[in-house]
């Protein structure tokens, strides 16, 4: 057996944003998987509000590179899917109201009937955020989420994203291998080794909120964050 | 991911006068029915008998009662095996590309049997069926039978795995990854097999119906076959092909209703 993800130990708080950083290949998806218990760990544990996680939690909605969306199902039966595989059963007229509403949230109400394979990358993206937000997640898991998209999709989509965070107030546990985008979104970012990985350093990042309001990618901070982020993933890269 | 971008109204425009999607088919056919007069006035009838020849002799069966009732004789034994191919295809195929194992053991003879011609199996229909109705379901079932099987089978092991992971992911149970998620996506498998199916179970029924039972359709083309009455041989020819085409344009529009919500390139 491969052991991918070794000796790895970190706690994420309340509200918190924390981005896992590492080398692609470093385990970083192996890891959301054990997080959202689709996963078993071999060895240690995983603890979500103190209950040791062992198959995919209610609390938990994750976001994924592939995003896999239900591709006969409309844009509305997909967000729908996400209420009604929480309660297992068909969705009551509240419910609809609250895909309506996460709809308009993410700005897709008039591509509510629309089929997967008629939307642009970007617009599939938002339609799984808006398939986790409906369940109200205390924890959003996101695996590369914007990895796919390109650049311009990718800056309005994180925007999006620390907004709808905002206005939620998950916790958010993000995989990445862009160090900017980790540094942009996060409260803390996560460095990793390459695998087997452990959490190689943690860096605060203690730009202010809400960072779209403002460039925050233009301030002196945030190329020193950069830096030090990029010094430290180098090493690891480079020893690859 | 490939970002698929369609453009958001159907492109299929109105319909003009002059379509060249109609056009095109149109055009094949009256450039065979010029070639046929055209070689058809220049050997004798025995070889090859004109186009208003066979027309006759379509008018003539077809008003004597013994087309139609050929036809019917071939379309209800295909019929019957059709409807048995397609619900044991679908059962076994489900089965066997869930079901890990019960696929492994089920699996050997399904290929050989698809390996198989069916006319091979003639004797032992022969000895189990006899000779009559259930011997020509039985040849048309196993002529499209494991076409089904294969295609509904590799519908379940083509089944995205994100797609799964997903579903889990929102907590969904087995019996919910398979209803939302692996159920839907064998349907446009089942189709393509479907289409397929079709064909050979076509071809089962007159192969049957020749060999076996002397009935139908099958018959009428052996008898006037042998009696060199090449007229009266196309009438039944051409009967069947329209029927075939028909089969075929209905399996297309069920496509095209069930499946609108897939990209399609052309």
Redesign the interface.
Known sequence: MLTVVQDLSLSVGDREFVSVLGPSGCGKTTLA?CV???LPVARGQITLDGVLVTR?S?K???V?????L????TVRENVG??LE??H?RKLAAADREQVGALLALVGLKSFED?????????M?QRVGLA?ALV?HPELLLMDEPFG??DAQTRAILQDELLRLWGATGSTVFFITHDLEEAIYLSDRVVVMTRRPSRVKQIINVPLPRPRYSYDARSEPEFGRLRHEAWETLKEEIDSL | MIAKTLPLAPTAGRPRALDIRLLMPVLSIVALLAAWQLVSGRVSAVILPAPANVAGSLVALTASGALPAALLQTTIPFLEGMVLSVVVGIVLGWGTGLFVNFGRFVDPYIFIFNATPTIALLPLIFVWFGIGNAAQVSFVFLSAVFTMIINTQAGVRQVERTLVEVLESLGANRREVLRIGVIPSTYPYIFSGLRIAIGRGVVGIIVAQILIAATGIGYMLQYYGEALQLANYFAPLIATAVLAILLNRGTDGMERRLFRWKATAF
């Open positions: 998987r959202c218990g689709l995919p209610p938990v909605s994750m994924f590179q592939g995003i896999g239900v591709p006969w199902k899917l996400g595989l929480l297992h629309y089929y997967p394979s008629q939307l642009s990358g970007g599939q398939r369940r796919a998209l």
